[in-house]
């Protein structure tokens, strides 16, 4: 029982990005090729709520839903994420489909995201075969 609220949930969200036209192409092309806003105002406020709720953990040491102390590492930068980003930036412009909603573009029936899921499936496979031969 207690999974079905988060697949609950799952759905709600979907729903609000659809909606929303947060995981409409047009609008992510319109991000890209910088002619409307709307994208880029949600992603500002996503990283704004991400701060302001990483501050908040830090601060007052807020557990996890079963009690457990929430750990947030410190990561180092190096090259490899400049190229790793810009072959995900490709990737988006490309497609026009983030990884995120993938799920929700196929639940609207977009069937055609399912080669961007299988796609993305077969990237992050491929990455866990060659990762050790990449920048670190």
């Known amino acids: 029982m207690n999974k079905i609220k988060f ?16 995981v409409s192409w047009f609008r992510i092309q319109e991000m890209f090729r910088f002619q409307a806003f709307q994208m880029y105002g949600i992603i500002g406020c996503a990283v704004v ?6 501050w908040l953990i830090k601060k007052y040491k807020i557990k996890s839903i079963d009690g457990e102390e929430i750990k947030i590492a410190d990561k180092q930068f190096s090259k490899g994420n ?3 980003g810009l072959i995900f930036g490709f990737g988006w412009a490309l ?4 990884p995120g909603p993938l799920y929700a573009l196929i639940g609207s029936g977009l069937l055609v995201i399912v080669v961007v899921l299988l ?4 990237g992050t496979y491929t990455y866990g075969i060659i ?3 990449l920048p670190h």
């Open 49 to 54: 709520v991400g701060i302001i709720s990483v």
């Open 131 to 133: 990762k050790d031969k």
């Open 119 to 122: 796609s993305a499936i077969l």
């Open 7 to 22: 697949l609950l949930l799952g759905f709600i969200f979907g729903f609000i990005l659809i909606k929303a036209e947060v």
């Open 82 to 84: 400049i190229f790793g």
């Open 95 to 98: 497609t026009g489909a983030c």
